[in-house]
Nanobody
Framework: QVQLVESGGGLVQAGGSLRLSCAAS????????MGWYRQAPGKQRELVAE?????????NYDDSVKGRFTISRDNAKNSVYLQMNSLKPEDTAVYHC????????WGQGTQVTVSS
């Protein structure tokens, strides 16, 4: 089992940046995949970005964030990060960290609000 705690959300103007952090309660070295989903009011939850475990740490991004968001992992700190640049009002949502290792674990979420 693993607990996930997100931080770093907030209010930012369009064009600004935020960095989300997801701290895990145990080592993430063996966790198959970690990433971020988001859910805006009245919309379905959507995958934003994910990163696999292992040396290569391959990444996958939703088309809407490619070139603007970067996901990274620090195994020594048991953490995953989401650097978000050039933010747009449509990025406004609650961002949830997840970890998949036989089961899927979720964090409580952190609110990101981008004003126009």
């Amino acid at each position: 089992q693993v607990q996930l705690v997100e931080s770093g959300g907030g209010l930012v103007q369009a064009g600004g940046s935020l960095r989300l952090s997801c701290a895990a309660s145990r080592s993430i070295f063996s966790i198959n995949r970690m990433g971020w989903y988001r859910q805006a009011p009245g919309k379905q939850r959507e995958l934003v970005a994910e990163i696999t475990s292992g040396g290569s740490g391959s990444t996958n991004y939703d088309d809407s964030v490619k070139g603007r968001f970067t996901i990274s992992r620090d195994n020594a700190k048991n953490s995953v990060y989401l650097q978000m640049n050039s933010l747009k009002p449509e990025d406004t949502a609650v961002y949830h960290c997840y970890a998949y290792s036989m089961y899927t674990y979720w964090g409580q979420g952190t609110q990101v609000t981008v004003s126009s």
